[in-house]
């Protein structure tokens, strides 16, 4: 059983450009996490998604940031019109359910946004 | 809020030290509570958890003990290796809706 896939491990965008960080979830897990680490920093939530639907995005920037998890194929973070402040490692999670003891959360290898 | 307070670092131990990283929480109600560990390069991995008061997570010579009554989370070593040196995130996770709550990380290098 494949763990979590996020692709690209890095990306590099200049300033304006878009970002698209994707997210394939373990098998049979149905709800997703993106969180932001900064360099030196823990990790921030940014959102949570199931299928089709945001749960919380509470911790994701109201302009210029986006996700979506569709019904077929990976969680897509959009970041549009970058800035410098954008760099930083994207760490995508997945859990089967929600839940006392159910909760586990596993981690994809992350990526790397470097902004120019 | 609910929210991770951890022992800031970095830690530099010796190998075969005793290792102690701090962790408190707040939160309104019971969370589940994490230790997950990052090296290099790599993602976030899962140390060990406890899911209520009292309970004691524990893996690969880790260990650390749910304590209500001081709200902390503890995580703690024998004797470190070399292949320790990471950085220990602890978490809680709490409600219906999962999200995680992380603490700032900490640095652990362990030297020869």
């Known amino acids: 059983n494949a763990g979590v896939m996020q692709n690209p491990r890095h990306l590099v965008r200049r300033r304006g450009q878009e970002a698209r960080l994707r997210c394939s979830p373990m098998?049979?897990?149905?709800?997703v996490y993106w969180y932001r680490q900064l360099p030196e920093e823990g990790l921030k939530f940014m959102v949570y998604?199931?299928?089709?639907?945001?749960?919380?995005e509470s911790g994701m920037p109201k302009e210029r940031f986006s996700a979506e998890f569709p019904k077929e194929g990976p969680s897509i973070l959009r970041i549009q019109q970058v800035v410098r402040g954008d760099s930083a490692a994207y760490f995508c999670?997945?859990?089967?359910?929600?839940?006392?003891?159910?909760?586990?959360?596993?981690f994809g290898p992350g990526t790397r946004l470097t902004v120019l | 809020g609910n929210s991770v307070t951890q022992m800031e670092g970095p830690v530099t131990l010796s190998e075969e030290a005793f290792l102690t990283i701090n962790c408190t929480y707040t939160?309104?109600?019971?969370?589940?509570l994490f230790w997950y560990v990052q090296y290099p390069g790599e993602g976030l991995q899962l140390l060990l958890k406890?899911?209520?008061?009292?309970d004691k997570g524990s893996n690969k010579g880790f260990e650390a003990t749910y304590r209500k009554e001081t709200t902390s989370f503890h995580l703690e070593k024998g004797s470190v290796q070399v292949s320790d040196s990471a950085v220990y995130f602890c978490?809680?996770?709490?409600?219906?809706?999962?999200?995680?709550?992380f603490g700032a990380g900490t640095r652990l290098t362990v030297k020869p």
């Open positions: 999670a997945s859990s089967l359910r929600v839940g006392q003891g159910n909760n586990e959360q596993f």
């Open positions: 939160a309104t109600g019971y969370p589940s």
């Open positions: 978490a809680l996770s709490f409600g219906n809706n999962n999200d995680m709550r």
């Open positions: 998604l199931q299928k089709e639907n945001i749960i919380d």
């Open positions: 098998k049979g897990h149905s709800h």
């Open positions: 406890a899911t209520k008061a009292d």
